[in-house]
């Protein structure tokens, strides 16, 4: 093998970074094994390693951010001690996540295959809501009242992830100071 085509570390990772950055300028139909080896500058048989075919590669993409998601939502639930702020913290995360992963927003919304009741981001953070919702209201809230509301939350910072990256919209240098703004204007 060429030396400038040798390759050591993470290469399955690199590979999922590398095509998403390619997804991004290109989308998934010019997507090929080939290119995902170009652009990762290994030989065009080193991507086979870790992935069947482009559909198995696509496959893991989804599940490399879902994963990185469920982890950095549930390290925001385990490491906050007060209930109040449960919700305004998972928010903040939520936002700051895909703010910092512009491509993993992009490509895991540009699909049309998520299924909100196993895809786990969601459902650690409709178990949480549900769950803070209850006890703050002191189970005062019926299950169609807390399922409405958890919904308003996931659209409010499903969208904020969105408007976050339009230049000018909200002021980037305080990025999360002004999520907690925005998200704290809400009451629930």
Same mark, same amino acid.
């Given at each position: 093998?060429?030396? !400038? *085509? /040798?390759?050591? &570390?993470?290469?399955?990772?690199? =590979? ?5 950055? /390619?997804?991004?300028?290109? &989308? *998934?139909?010019? $997507? ?16 086979? @390693?870790? +992935? ?9 993409? #989804?599940?490399?951010? @879902? ?8 390290? *925001? ?7 109040? #702020? ?11 996540? +895909? ?11 540009? $699909? !049309?295959?998520? !299924? ?6 969601? %459902? =650690?953070?409709?178990? *949480? ?6 006890? $703050?209201?002191g189970n005062k809230l019926d299950e169609k009242t807390i399922y409405a509301k958890v919904i308003a ?5 499903? &969208?904020?992830?969105?408007? %976050?990256?339009?230049?000018? %919209?909200? !002021? ?8 907690? #703004?925005? $998200? &704290?204007?809400?009451?629930?």
């Amino acid at each position: 093998m060429k030396s !400038d *085509t /040798y390759h050591h &570390g993470n290469l399955k990772e690199e =590979l999922i970074e590398k095509g998403l950055e /390619y997804i991004d300028k290109y &989308g *998934t139909e010019t $997507l090929s094994m080939r290119k995902l080896a170009d652009s990762a500058g290994v030989s065009p048989a080193a991507p086979y @390693a870790h +992935f069947k075919n482009k559909e198995a590669f696509l496959s893991e993409v #989804r599940n490399y951010i @879902a994963n990185q998601f469920l982890k950095t939502l549930k390290e *925001t639930t385990d490491n906050c001690s007060k209930q109040e #702020r449960i919700l305004l913290e998972l928010g903040k995360s939520y936002v700051l996540f +895909f703010y910092e992963n512009p491509l993993y927003y992009q490509f895991l919304f540009s $699909l !049309d295959n998520i !299924d909100i009741e196993t895809y786990a981001p969601f %459902v =650690l953070f409709k178990k *949480t809501a549900e769950e803070v919702l209850k006890n $703050l209201s002191g189970n005062k809230l019926d299950e169609k009242t807390i399922y409405a509301k958890v919904i308003a939350l996931w659209s409010l910072v499903h &969208g904020l992830s969105s408007i %976050v990256t339009i230049k000018g %919209v909200i !002021d980037t240098e305080h990025l999360e100071e002004e999520v907690e #703004r925005i $998200l &704290g204007s809400i009451s629930i």
